[in-house]
């Protein structure tokens, strides 16, 4: 029996408990990202607050499967289908071709994805992957008389549905006021100012990179079909939950919802997941504003990418999170904290198995609780100074991490193995770092390159960083 989950469910605007289609099993879709730029920080929340689903829902008991696409096609700069081709933009602004774009940014993604300790989805799939699935599903849309051709594209006819605006009908409308005022253009070929694009032919972008062969003339998808599709294709006709960043409610998860339930014919996901946006002082961050701030580059400035997740779970992921670089230093005094209370931990004897299950049920609690992760790191300073030995400890520390994921051990053992480093050993490395930079000075590499040989015979590997040599013992 999998622990009580619930969380706050867009569509329904309130917490809700969580009860999948099947027992025991959960299908997950993600939208991923339009590889045209670096994510910034505040993308990477959404990211890392779905990996805390993901994992708050594998320690309540529950088999995920996770499915994520990548936008290299069809994103215009605006969600409503008006601006220019993001894609196609990223590739003029640094002379590259769109594939390349896609492919660099696509690797930037996942590093920076991967560092702050998310797991990957099980099934990652780029839209242009897709094609003759998205055809497919607009001939049905057209075939069923919920779609027409105009003006050479195909567009969902939002008038055909009962309840369009099904999230919030206050919220949309005002989201669709603003993407009214935004619009560098009014598409004259929609017949409702809420319809939006399936297929486009003819388009103001002559120079489109990728094109295909379709029955309305050779052209490319529109977003929204992308995430309806790939999502069908790997998790079939119901999905349990479907996640994103607020951004996406309105337009897009709405259209989503729009086109899979005209196509089906019956509903398609029951639990809406969303996380909020990251702020800093100026407000919303954005790609347009400047500089992008990614977590690579906070790694840069010395920040390990970790912390910037620690950071993210003293938070709650419905509330918009304000960054600071004081924050941050904080989340970092805090952090190191915990990494050193871990390196004083010693295994010494039994795990007191009573205990664990104790913390273990409050940690649960906490983060099947409508992911409450500011309340699950409490429960980890508790179980740290509760009254049990160290092995228990232990033990709840790499428990609590399948969740949270801040690699609090593997930080306390590479702390423990610098403090255990014999004095006379440690002058001999600092020795031998020194004759190694006068030796590079003189140009003399081959002596260089034996006092590294010499120090890895001892054990010990020497790293050339921006902060000069480190070194670490293997
Ligand atoms: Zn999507």
């Given at each position: 029996?999998?622990?009580?989950?619930?969380?706050?469910?867009?569509?329904?605007?309130?917490?809700?408990?969580?009860?999948p289609?099947?027992?025991?099993?959960?299908?997950?879709?993600?939208?991923?990202?339009?590889?045209?730029?670096?994510?910034?920080?505040?993308?990477?929340?959404?990211?890392?607050?779905q990996?805390?689903?993901?994992?708050?829902?594998?320690?309540?008991?529950y088999?995920?499967?996770?499915?994520?696409?990548i936008?290299?096609?069809?994103?215009?700069?605006?969600?409503?289908?008006?601006?220019?081709?993001?894609?196609?933009?990223?590739?003029?602004?640094?002379?590259?071709?769109?594939?390349?774009i896609?492919?660099y940014?696509?690797?930037?993604?996942?590093?920076?994805?991967?560092?702050?300790?998310n797991?990957?989805?099980?099934?990652?799939?780029?839209?242009?992957?897709?094609?003759?699935?998205?055809?497919?599903?607009?001939?049905?849309?057209?075939?069923?008389?919920?779609?027409?051709?105009?003006?050479?594209?195909?567009?969902?006819?939002?008038?055909?549905?009962?309840?369009?605006?099904?999230?919030?009908?206050?919220v949309?409308?005002?989201?669709?006021?603003?993407?009214?005022?935004?619009?560098?253009?009014?598409?004259?070929?929609k017949?409702?100012?809420?319809?939006?694009?399936?297929?486009?032919?003819?388009?103001?972008?002559?120079?489109?990179?990728?094109?295909?062969?379709?029955?309305?003339?050779?052209?490319?998808?529109?977003?929204?079909?992308?995430?309806?599709?790939i999502?069908?294709?790997?998790?079939?006709?119901?999905?349990?939950?479907?996640?994103?960043?607020?951004?996406?409610?309105?337009?897009?998860?709405?259209?989503?919802?729009?086109?899979?339930?005209?196509?089906?014919?019956?509903e398609?996901?029951?639990?809406?997941?969303?996380?909020?946006?990251?702020?800093?002082?100026?407000?919303?961050?954005?790609?347009s504003?400047?500089?992008?701030?990614?977590?690579s580059?906070?790694?840069?400035k010395?920040?390990?990418?970790?912390?910037?997740?620690f950071?993210?779970?003293?938070?709650?992921?419905?509330?918009?999170?304000e960054?600071?670089?004081?924050?941050?230093?904080?989340?970092?005094?805090?952090?190191?904290?915990?990494?050193?209370?871990?390196?004083?931990?010693?295994e010494?004897?039994?795990?007191?198995?009573?205990?664990?299950?104790?913390?273990?049920?409050?940690?649960?609690?906490?983060?099947?609780?409508?992911?409450?992760?500011?309340m699950?790191?409490?429960v980890?300073?508790?179980?740290?100074?509760?009254?049990?030995?160290?092995?228990?400890?232990?033990?709840?520390v790499?428990?609590?991490?399948?969740?949270?994921?801040?690699?609090?051990?593997?930080?306390a053992?590479?702390?423990?193995?610098?403090?255990?480093?014999?004095?006379?050993?440690?002058?001999?490395?600092?020795?031998?770092?020194?004759?190694?930079?006068?030796?590079?000075?003189?140009?003399?590499?081959?002596?260089a390159?034996?006092?590294?040989?010499?120090?890895?015979?001892?054990?010990?590997?020497?790293?050339?960083?921006?902060?000069?040599?480190?070194?670490?013992?293997?």
């Amino acid at each position: 029996m999998a622990h009580k989950f619930s969380f706050y469910n867009t569509l329904d605007r309130r917490v809700e408990e969580f009860t999948p289609r099947e027992e025991g099993k959960v299908s997950m879709y993600t939208c991923g990202p339009t590889v045209y730029h670096y994510a910034h920080i505040g993308n990477i929340r959404t990211y890392i607050m779905q990996d805390v689903l993901i994992k708050a829902l594998a320690y309540a008991g529950y088999d995920v499967k996770r499915v994520m696409n990548i936008t290299d096609v069809g994103h215009l700069s605006s969600d409503a289908d008006t601006g220019e081709d993001k894609m196609l933009a990223g590739a003029k602004r640094e002379h590259k071709t769109v594939m390349e774009i896609a492919k660099y940014y696509t690797d930037a993604f996942f590093a920076d994805f991967d560092a702050v300790g998310n797991k990957r989805p099980d099934v990652i799939e780029p839209a242009t992957n897709c094609i003759p699935e998205f055809i497919n599903m607009v001939e049905t849309l057209l075939k069923k008389g919920y779609a027409y051709v105009a003006g050479g594209n195909v567009y969902f006819d939002t008038s055909k549905l009962k309840d369009y605006y099904v999230f919030s009908s206050e919220v949309e409308k005002e989201a669709l006021q603003v993407g009214v005022r935004d619009d560098v253009q009014e598409d004259a070929n929609k017949k409702n100012k809420t319809d939006f694009v399936l297929w486009f032919t003819k388009s103001k972008f002559e120079d489109q990179a990728l094109k295909w062969d379709s029955p309305w003339g050779v052209g490319y998808p529109g977003w929204h079909i992308e995430c309806s599709c790939i999502s069908m294709k790997h998790l079939g006709e119901y999905i349990d939950i479907h996640c994103g960043g607020v951004d996406n409610i309105f337009p897009h998860h709405t259209n989503e919802i729009a086109q899979s339930e005209s196509y089906l014919g019956h509903e398609w996901c029951k639990y809406w997941f969303h996380s909020n946006h990251l702020n800093d002082k100026s407000g919303k961050m954005s790609k347009s504003k400047g500089a992008i701030l990614t977590v690579s580059l906070l790694k840069e400035k010395g920040y390990d990418p970790l912390v910037y997740r620690f950071f993210c779970l003293q938070s709650h992921y419905r509330k918009p999170l304000e960054f600071s670089y004081e924050a941050l230093d904080q989340a970092v005094a805090a952090y190191n904290k915990l990494v050193k209370r871990a390196s004083e931990l010693k295994e010494d004897g039994a795990v007191d198995e009573k205990v664990k299950k104790e913390f273990e049920e409050k940690f649960a609690d906490a983060v099947c609780g409508d992911l409450n992760t500011s309340m699950a790191t409490t429960v980890l300073y508790d179980a740290l100074k509760a009254d049990t030995n160290d092995a228990t400890k232990l033990a709840l520390v790499e428990s609590f991490d399948k969740v949270l994921s801040l690699d609090l051990i593997g930080h306390a053992k590479a702390l423990s193995q610098d403090a255990d480093v014999d004095p006379e050993l440690e002058k001999f490395i600092l020795d031998a770092i020194e004759r190694r930079a006068q030796a590079k000075k003189n140009k003399d590499f081959a002596t260089a390159d034996a006092i590294r040989a010499e120090l890895l015979e001892k054990g010990v590997e020497i790293k050339d960083t921006r902060e000069g040599v480190k070194w670490q013992l293997i």
